[in-house]
């Protein structure tokens, strides 16, 4: 079945540190792709997203680039804030009406 | 409403009793989702509703959970006999059927003593 790996947690790192959390998938088909992040105490919310190879998600100064050859979605921040801390998860979905398939979360933590 | 809201936020419940769980979805949301979050565990995807139907619901760990969605609109968790292995954030996600992208609720606490 279709699966979703990231890099094990926590990440630690100073203010305007560069960031990258790896993630990688396995599907059958063509999947959208997406960064959901958790601030703490908040729920889950949508970071980014791309939905066919070579697009690039952006948003917040993150972005990932779908990359199908490499079966890869890898988080990036040229220079993170505290702000950042949180919990980052990669997730898949085959198409509508399908279940985002998520991976266990990295944990990020930017300290000043 | 505005966004997609679980009921009660915080659950604690003596182990063997049966516990609900409500999801109130995006308005015009036709797909719902619940998913468990454990320590450690990620977030693991227990049952998908596609308006009252539920044509995925292969990851319900054991015949103790069940779900049902009414009117194309709120959805129950039922955890039958709860174990303390239950305990978890339990989160609700909705989305149009046009699109896989979800909006998550804040999630209910399930602590089981």
């Known amino acids: 079945g279709d699966s979703v790996t990231q890099m094990e947690g926590p990440v630690t790192l100073s203010e305007e540190a560069f960031l990258t959390i790896n993630c990688t998938y396995t599907?059958?088909?063509?999947?959208?792709l997406f960064w959901y992040v958790q601030y703490p105490g908040e729920g889950l919310q949508l970071l980014l997203k791309a939905t066919k190879a070579d697009d690039k998600g952006s948003n917040k100064g993150f972005e990932a680039t779908y990359r199908k050859e490499t079966t890869s979605f890898h988080l990036e921040k040229g220079s993170v804030q505290v702000s950042d801390s949180a919990v980052y998860f990669c997730?898949?979905?085959?198409?509508?009406?399908?279940?985002?398939?998520f991976g266990k979360g990295t944990t990020l933590s930017v300290s000043s | 409403g505005a966004g997609v809201s679980q009921s009660p936020s915080n659950k604690v419940t003596e182990k063997g009793k049966d516990v609900e769980l409500r999801c109130d979805p995006i308005?015009?949301?036709?797909?719902l989702y619940w998913y468990r979050q454990s320590l450690g565990q990620g977030l693991e995807f227990l049952i998908y509703f596609q308006g009252n139907s539920a044509p995925d619901k292969s990851g319900l760990p054991s015949d103790r959970f069940s779900a049902e969605r009414t009117g194309g609109s709120v959805s129950t968790l039922t955890i039958q006999r709860t174990q303390q292995e239950d305990s978890a954030v339990y989160l609700c996600?909705?989305?149009?059927?046009?699109?896989?992208?979800?909006?998550f609720g804040q999630g209910t606490r399930l602590t089981v003593v």
């Open positions: 308005s015009g949301h036709t797909a």
């Open positions: 996600a909705s989305s149009f059927t046009g699109g896989p992208e979800a909006f």
């Open positions: 599907a059958t088909g063509y999947p959208s």
């Open positions: 997730a898949l979905s085959e198409g509508a009406g399908t279940a985002l398939i």
